[in-house]
């Protein structure tokens, strides 16, 4: 069943509703825009007379208590026109306000399609004081039957949110809650909420070293630290070996384009409200940002002339790419204005398409493996019928669906199909995962294209001497390093496996006596080779006690602490801390390399 047409559904939709009830009781001309339910909770876009804190929330729960605990039946009116309802907006819902308070219900009215129905939803019932207590709302529903069944409840947050998301528009007050059927279902949310702001991968970034922001540098652009570049490196010195073993070729491409490749691409009108500002220089041309790579890769592809013996071709890159997400939408690396996809793009023959694509997604699923992340799901974005947004025909748009369903019916790949998640040029299969805390993330992605090799008349000579057009796939498994990096900060609570922790191993000296034997040993340790690498080792030869510096490099999660004193020098060994198991005792050198399985 979909999210939508369950229970749960409905009963945050009618907790929105309850706490908006609540707020037009407790703040008199406070005014009311959408208030529908989302993923995990509810919210209400709310136009107060005056600013409202955090701390208030607790106020407008309690009320929401008090009303739930009326049990008042939750009952729609249907209005036979928008005249109607009009004058039930104006009579029955601005509290007693006037027309003002009504605002953003006639806009939202007007906006309703001549000969649609216009419904309205109530509440209505009286406290043991004999006060009735009615609340009346412009919705389509759909709601639970009363409001007693809203027990289990919870206000989370305030943030700023522009009335359609415009921000010429006024910006609004959006009050956060969730709700469950169970009380127990209910703390564990609130535990993991509280679990998962520990895992921020914004505080952990910046504890572990591994990027920053400045605001000098602007909004949503990460400037990358010793730690955090390393793991990139790491990341994509891994998925680079991964793609050499699979005939991928690299190739590097500019971070500014002429406006007219992405007018030939169409990335020009459907991406227009992600692009930064163009730019002109001395003879007219008028320059964008990148903002993706595939065009770049369709130039050198077209650069020469191709026989289907050259075919499949497979160029990859971590190219860096700039879109405009507005402030309010920028969530450290997980959404950010600057960031390097890991994007790969195959020009195939018809008859390769399959075997590449389900190559695409062995691929994937390596890298997954390699990460940790074995539990996710996949989901098959298609073309909305209803959408103007999608480019090319209809007949190519359902080839390349059937090339993506048949591939992963091939290899035994579960799938749910998901209507208006196609890519603006072709549908595309995203592997949805799931995190330690239970939440799901959108990551790798593996796009069917047939309509760009199109726009820019692709072609390759076949075994028939005649010209065929290619078909692209588009493919990118981290998705970007800067989301992958935020997710698997947060998955890990910073606490990286080894072979991806920005430094494997500190040595610790106790006093400076043994800072020398302390540098022989991280030397030696540095030419030991581990996963195809050489171990990442740091000295930590600070003059602090040796507890002091034990704590911090398990604050920073660093997986051993080889501590070195006297008794260790003179037995050749080695005092060894675990980041997860603590003290292990002695060990000698080649014991301890043994132990990191090499």
């Given amino acids: 069943m979909k999210y939508e ?39 209400y876009d709310i136009d107060f007379p005056s600013p409202v804190k955090e701390e208030e929330l607790e106020k407008i729960e309690q009320k929401m208590s008090e009303l739930a605990k009326l049990n008042q039946p939750i009952v729609c009116r249907a209005v036979a026109d928008k005249d109607a309802a009009k004058a039930v907006i104006l009579k029955e819902t601005t509290n007693g306000q006037g027309p003002e308070n009504a605002l953003y219900k006639l806009e939202l009215l007007d906006a309703i399609p001549p000969g649609d129905q216009v419904t309205f939803y109530e509440q209505r019932a009286k406290d043991g004081n004999g006060q009735e207590h009615v609340f009346i709302d412009l919705c389509r529903g759909p709601h639970v039957e009363n409001t007693g069944e809203i027990q289990h409840f919870k206000l989370l947050s305030i943030a700023g949110a522009y009335w359609r998301g415009d921000v010429r528009n006024k910006q609004l007050t959006r009050l956060y809650g969730t709700a469950f059927e169970s009380k127990e279902e209910l703390d564990a949310y609130l535990h993991n909420l509280e679990e998962a702001k520990k895992r921020d991968h914004r505080v952990l970034g910046r504890e572990l070293g591994l990027f920053m922001f400045s605001h000098r540098v602007g909004t949503g652009l990460a400037l990358w630290l010793p730690n955090g570049a390393i793991l990139r490196h790491v990341m994509t010195d891994f998925l680079q070996k991964e793609q050499v073993k699979r005939g991928y070729q690299p190739v590097v491409t500019p971070q500014l384009a002429s406006i007219r490749l992405y007018e030939k691409s169409g990335h020009i009108i459907t ?309 997860e198991e603590g003290d292990l005792g002695p060990m000698s050198f080649e014991d301890f390399v043994k132990r990191l399985n090499v």
């Fill in 5 to 43: 047409e369950s229970y749960l559904y409905k009963l945050r939709h009618s907790a929105a509703h309850l706490m908006a009830q609540a707020v037009t009781e407790l703040y008199p001309g406070a005014r009311l825009s959408i208030g529908p339910p989302i993923e995990n909770g509810f919210y």
């Fill in 271 to 579: 991406f227009k409200d992600k692009l930064f500002p163009f730019m002109e220089d001395e003879e007219k041309e008028t320059y964008i940002l990148k903002p993706m790579n595939c065009p770049f890769h369709i130039e050198i592809y077209q650069s020469q002339l191709r026989s289907y013996r050259d075919l499949p071709v497979r160029y990859a890159e971590f190219g860096t790419v700039h879109r405009y997400e507005q402030s309010g939408e920028v969530t450290g690396i997980l959404r950010a204005r600057g960031f390097t996809q890991d994007d790969a793009h195959l020009f195939v023959t018809p008859e390769q398409l399959q075997d590449e694509f389900i190559g695409v997604v062995e691929l994937t699923k390596v890298v997954l493996q390699k990460l940790g992340l074995n539990d996710y799901r996949v989901r098959v974005g298609t073309k909305d019928p209803a959408s103007d947004k999608y480019i090319g025909h209809d007949e190519n748009w359902q080839a390349a669906t059937r090339a993506i369903t048949q591939a992963c019916e091939s290899i035994g790949l579960e799938y749910e199909v998901s209507p208006g998640d196609a890519a603006f040029y072709g549908p595309k299969l995203d592997l949805i995962i799931k995190d330690a805390l239970g939440r799901d993330w959108q990551m790798g992605t593996v796009q069917v294209d047939y309509n760009l090799p199109e726009r820019f008349d692709l072609e390759y000579i076949g075994e028939d001497s005649k010209p065929h057009r290619p078909i692209m796939i588009h493919r990118a498994p981290f998705g970007s390093l800067e989301r992958m990096i935020g997710l698997l900060t947060e998955h890990y609570a910073g606490a990286f496996p080894f072979w991806l922790a920005p430094v494997q191993v500190v040595v610790l000296p106790i006093a400076d006596r043994h800072a020398e034997a302390a540098q022989e040993l991280a030397s030696r340790l540095r030419d030991v080779i581990h996963d195809s690498r050489n171990l990442r080792v740091e000295v930590d030869d600070r003059r602090e006690t040796l507890g002091k510096k034990i704590r911090e490099n398990q604050r920073l999660k660093v997986p051993y602490m080889l501590v070195l004193g006297d008794r260790d020098i003179e037995a050749g060994t080695m005092s060894v801390r675990d980041r």
